[in-house]
């Protein structure tokens, strides 16, 4: 079936770079997002990208993907204490269905 | 952009008591919604798929008499837990599916569901 991992926690300092990594098992998905969730809310979504890309731009937000690793990143250029939250990324698999990696708390220290 | 409204936000009850929480789409129409449960530092799993006019249909492992989904219109989907206990306290997030221009899914800002 599908899996979609992530790492657990990544803490880092404001102004630097943060990177968020995924990976997934189901080689048939077509869209892959990345969605922000703060503390007691729902899920806003940052951005997303086609299978057949390899990287997208948006912002300060920077999506790549290694199709062939099955690995999806997402880099937060000049972290800001409001990115602090958990990133999810998530595959779109069979039906149209989301499936939803375990998702990565960002703490941004100033 | 889209807009999906959920209520109860927060909701305490009684074991052994049912309740509902709606999942509205503001401005858009939506024949899918989706119902998702997301337990403390955890991920998302999807419960089910609600189609309006028909049947919603179940993850494995979800009971269907217990998380009574009803989709009666192309802007409302409600979810009953019905016979509630404490370990159906979780957060609650239903997502409503958008198809023009493309594929999108919409997500509402979740119901915390706390059973005494």
């Known amino acids: 079936g599908e899996d979609v991992e992530q790492s657990l926690f990544l803490s880092v300092r404001e102004g630097d770079s943060s990177v968020i990594n995924c990976t997934y098992t189901?080689?048939?998905?077509?869209?892959l997002y990345w969605y922000k969730q703060e503390p007691g809310a729902g899920l806003q979504l940052l951005t997303y990208i086609f299978s057949n890309m390899d990287m997208k731009q948006d912002q300060r937000l920077t999506v790549l993907l290694n199709k062939k690793d099955k690995h999806l990143s997402l880099r937060i250029a000049d972290t800001q204490t409001g990115d602090s939250a958990i990133y999810f990324c998530?595959?779109?698999?069979?039906?149209?269905?989301?499936?939803f990696g375990t998702g990565t708390r960002l703490l941004v220290s100033p | 952009g889209a807009v999906v409204s959920q209520h109860p936000s927060w909701v305490i009850c009684k074991s052994g008591t049912s309740v509902k929480i709606e999942c509205r789409s503001l401005?858009?129409?939506?024949?899918?919604m989706f119902w998702y449960r997301q337990f403390p530092k955890q991920s998302l799993m999807l419960m089910a798929t609600s189609n309006e006019g028909s049947k919603a249909t179940y993850e494995q492992g979800v009971e269907k008499d217990k998380f009574l989904i009803n989709h009666a219109s192309l802007t409302l989907s409600t979810l009953t837990v019905t016979s509630a206990h404490p370990e159906d306290s979780s957060f609650y997030i239903c997502?409503?599916?958008?198809?023009?221009?493309?594929?999108?899914?919409?997500f509402g800002p979740g119901t915390r569901l706390t059973v005494l």
């Open positions: 997502s409503a599916r958008r198809t023009t221009p493309y594929n999108e899914q919409f």
């Open positions: 189901d080689s048939s998905s077509t869209y």
């Open positions: 401005d858009f129409q939506a024949t899918t």
């Open positions: 998530a595959e779109k698999g069979g039906f149209q269905k989301l499936v």
